[in-house]
T-cell receptor
């Protein structure tokens, strides 16, 4: 069964600090891996999307990395802001599943002043 | 217009009520999705429409009835729901393309449903 595991489940950091969220997946082969940010009670918003041939992709203070050999991805947040408090979800899609997505359980990040 | 809109934002209904959730996009996307998301859990796929035809039903109870009147609209009709159906209902859409394409799903803000 295709799975996407994220760690940690939750994280508290101080404003201005950096943090790294982890994602391990067993989906194989896979088309692409996405990181979404979801504020409480809102829909997920895409941060980055990478195919298997891409190693890193940045979006402002967010940088995602991908190691297709080890099936691991990370999302690094630089100089965190209070507005970064949200759930971050790693999502993988497989070429044999059309547009179907496999969601990770998410990491709930809280940034404190 | 580059977003998926959903109405209403919040809905409270009794177990005997009939209500509908609405989703709209004007990005020319030809695949539309309904997800259910419980608190602190990832979204769970319910239905997929591709080119206005139901292509996937993830064994969803019949008290949830999807409808795709046209390529821009997706409805979810609700009838005789249970309190455990209370959740955030998300709509998403994605552009047309093949299975290996770089497709991305764009999510709406969701409807927060409470069943009393």
């Amino acid at each position: 069964k295709n799975q996407v595991e994220q760690s940690p489940q939750s994280l508290i950091i101080l404003e201005g600090k950096n943090c790294t969220l982890q994602c391990n997946y067993t989906v194989s082969p896979f088309s692409n891996l996405r990181w979404y940010k979801q504020d409480t009670g809102r829909g997920p918003v895409s941060l980055t999307i990478m195919t298997f041939s891409e190693n890193t992709k940045s979006n402002g203070r967010y940088t995602a990395t991908l190691d297709a050999d080890t099936k691991q991805s990370s999302l690094h947040i630089t100089a965190s802001q209070l507005s970064d408090s949200a759930s971050y979800i790693c999502v993988v899609s497989a070429p044999n599943a059309g547009n179907m997505l496999t969601f990770g359980g998410g990491t709930r990040l809280m940034v404190k002043p | 217009d580059t977003e998926v809109t959903q109405t209403p934002k919040h809905l409270v209904m009794g177990m005997t009520n009939k209500k509908s959730l609405k989703c709209e996009q004007h990005m020319g996307h030809r695949a539309m999705y309904w997800y259910k998301q419980k608190a602190k859990k990832p979204p769970e796929l319910m239905f997929v429409y591709s080119y206005e035809k139901l292509s996937i039903n993830e064994s969803v109870p019949s008290r949830f009835s999807p409808e795709c009147p046209n390529s821009s609209l997706l409805n979810l009709h609700l009838h005789a729901l249970q309190p455990e159906d209370s959740a955030l209902y998300l709509c998403a859409s994605s552009p047309p393309g093949g299975e290996s394409s770089y497709n991305e799903q764009f999510f709406g803000p969701g409807t927060r449903l409470t069943v009393l």
